[in-house]
């Protein structure tokens, strides 16, 4: 025969065990911060696709843009693969050498990267939504 035992917990053990929990949730709250973006900025990239990345936790496209006679490489973030994949994004979307204009979100700090906010794709039609922090 099993026996059951009930558990009591005194109101220290369970403050302790809220703030416990409390301080693995902030590392979550953090890592989907928006800090290191422009938000209230945005920059438009004329490019090739140089790579989709679909992966988690973020998707990302390299987009090689024409600049002083050279290309430079810059890195757009962009929503999970599950986000994308339900607003009608597949990992075949977007190949190498596909004509693009992006509009990002850019970077604080002056790196080439930013997040997308929206874009044209090489039919000429525009990317359904891909990231839930960007805004028009």
């Known amino acids: 025969m099993r026996l059951m035992r009930r558990v009591h917990f005194s109101s220290a053990a369970l403050a302790a065990m809220t703030v416990a929990a409390s301080l693995f949730a902030l590392p979550c709250a953090a890592h989907h ?5 422009d938000v209230k900025g945005s ?27 050279a290309q430079t490489e810059w890195s757009v973030e962009m929503g999970a693969p599950s986000q ?14 596909d004509r693009v204009t992006i509009v990002i979100r850019p970077l ?3 790196r080439t990267g930013g997040l997308f906010v929206s874009g044209v794709g090489p039919s000429g ?4 939504s891909a990231s839930p922090r960007a805004r028009s």
């Open 108 to 110: 604080k700090d002056g």
């Open 125 to 128: 039609a525009p990317f359904k």
């Open 43 to 69: 920059l438009t990239l004329h490019g090739t696709v140089r790579l989709f990345q679909w992966t988690n936790p973020h998707c990302f496209i390299q987009v090689l843009v024409p600049a002083h006679g």
């Open 84 to 97: 994308l994949y339900r607003n009608g994004w597949r990992p075949s979307t977007l190949k190498p050498g």
């Open 33 to 37: 911060s928006s800090a290191q973006f």
